[in-house]
């Protein structure tokens, strides 16, 4: 493991270690760590759909990416960690192109991921529910102004995420109420136009931000 890999984990395991339900800050982190999926999911999800092009060709997906990294290092330094991977990835992002920026990012993903699950399934879960909700909700909100049959493919991913998501909530006990991804997954089957699935994974997103906000620490 890289040395900064090193201190990074070394920060999230002494971060998780003085939390406590007594203290707000642990009523935040479960909140804090969905959020931190949500944020890079969006960002890795928006150098994915523009990998074709170059990043002068798409300045507003380059500032999309740029805001959802810049929100990420804030809230990994809220939770302790100092982040520093992301902060030298976001010192690059105007010398890297689209393909480049999401391979990092998936890096980021996978180290995050894996750091909470050598810590706790709970953390690790959430962290990646985050990530696939995301994924999804960045998808649709793309192809918002498509018919499903313009955009097969993109109807397939968004699928793919919100399984995903689904069978997450089912194998973990996160303390969310699930009823209505099961209701996104009968939408999906029965022909609800992508901006429907938009609504109710923006809808899902904040119910489950607020739901979090309301649990015990860790």
């Known amino acids: 493991m890289k040395l900064k890999s090193f201190v990074e984990a070394l920060f999230l395991v002494l971060t998780l270690a003085v939390f406590h339900p007594g203290k707000s800050l642990a009523d935040e982190m479960k909140r804090d760590v969905f959020i931190l999926g949500i944020q890079l999911g969006g960002a890795e999800c928006t150098a994915s759909l523009n990998e074709a092009f170059s990043t ?52 980021s993903i996978e180290f995050e991921q894996n750091t909470w699950a050598s810590l706790s399934t709970q953390i690790s879960s959430l962290f990646i529910l985050g990530v696939h909700l995301e994924g999804a909700e960045c998808v649709a909100s793309y192809v918002q102004s498509f018919s499903r049959e313009e955009k097969p493919g993109s109807l397939d991913l968004i699928r793919r995420n919100v399984t995903w998501v689904q069978q997450e909530t089912r194998s973990v006990n996160l303390g969310l109420t699930t009823k209505d991804i099961d209701e996104l997954v009968m939408m999906i089957d029965q022909g609800s136009s992508f901006q429907d699935i938009l609504r109710k994974l923006e809808m899902i997103r904040l119910a489950w931000q607020k739901q979090l906000e309301s649990q015990a620490g860790f």
């Open 56 to 107: 002068a060709e798409r300045p507003g997906s380059l500032d999309l990416i740029k805001r959802n990294l810049s929100w990420s290092i804030d809230t990994s330094r809220r939770m302790g960690n100092p982040a520093n991977s992301l902060v030298q990835l976001q010192s690059q992002l105007d010398q890297l192109t689209f393909p480049e920026i999401r391979q990092s990012l998936l890096g």
